[in-house]
């Protein structure tokens, strides 16, 4: 059966104050020295897939990891704002302890409601981010038509595509782990979905 894309879902790769386990969202912040060799070590494993396009959020985590996957194809790149990773509001640049200790309150509204849940400060919902990653994803894949191609993205970001692909609710997405610099492929068909690797 001809597919209808190929597409290679890359989470950018480990960045700056990744020990202290930040929320960054919208925060723009740069690869390590290891997330850059995650993103080259990708660049490797797409070298021969026959690429049309690269697509990725235009915060500089994921820009840079879409240009060191483009340095072996002639391709155009895309940096879209639409495939940002959630945000965040009042949380933004804090740690998983600050967040416990500021807000407990707000933690636990979170806990009783995961998908619909806006952190303070015109913080998104799951709901929300799903709903701006799905929009774009339709839109790439529909100008996409038969091509394989690179999304170069966030953790939440991919966990909504992957769920969508998989058919699990948004509020299971956590059950999906994503690591700096890992590789998802799924398969597009007219009639199907074939998630083909996941966290790889």
């Known amino acids: 059966m001809q597919r ?3 597409v290679y879902l890359i989470r950018h790769g480990q960045v700056t104050g990744y020990e202290r386990f930040p929320v ?4 723009d912040v740069d690869l390590t020295d290891v997330g850059i060799l995650q993103m080259e070590q990708m660049a490797e494993r797409l070298r021969l897939t026959e690429l049309k396009a690269i697509f990725s959020s235009d915060l500089i985590r994921s820009a840079t990891s879409a240009r060191l996957i483009a340095r072996h194809h002639d391709v155009p790149i895309y940096f879209l704002p639409e495939l940002r ?4 509001g009042d949380w933004e640049g804090l740690t998983l ?4 200790t500021r807000f407990p309150e707000e933690l636990q509204k979170r806990e009783d409601d995961l998908v ?4 303070p400060g015109n913080g998104e919902s799951i709901a929300d981010l799903a709903a701006r990653v799905e929009a774009v994803f339709d ?3 529909a ?9 170069a993205a966030h953790g939440a970001v991919n966990r909504v595509i992957l769920c969508k692909a998989l058919g699990l609710d948004l509020a299971r997405m956590f059950n999906i782990h994503q690591a ?4 998802n492929i799924i398969d597009y068909f007219p009639d199907a979905t074939l998630v083909r690797l996941i966290n790889g």
């Not at 100008?143 to 999304?151: G, L």
Request: hydrophobic content about 30%; proline content about 0%; aromatic content about 12%.
């Open 180 to 183: 700096y610099g890992c590789l």
């Open 4 to 6: 209808d894309n190929r």
């Open 85 to 88: 990773e959630m945000k965040f």
């Open 97 to 100: 302890t600050d967040i416990r």
């Open 139 to 141: 839109r790439i894949r």
């Open 143 to 151: 100008e996409q038509q038969a091509n394989d191609i690179v999304i």
């Open 116 to 119: 619909n849940y806006r952190a």
């Open 24 to 27: 960054y969202g919208h925060t």
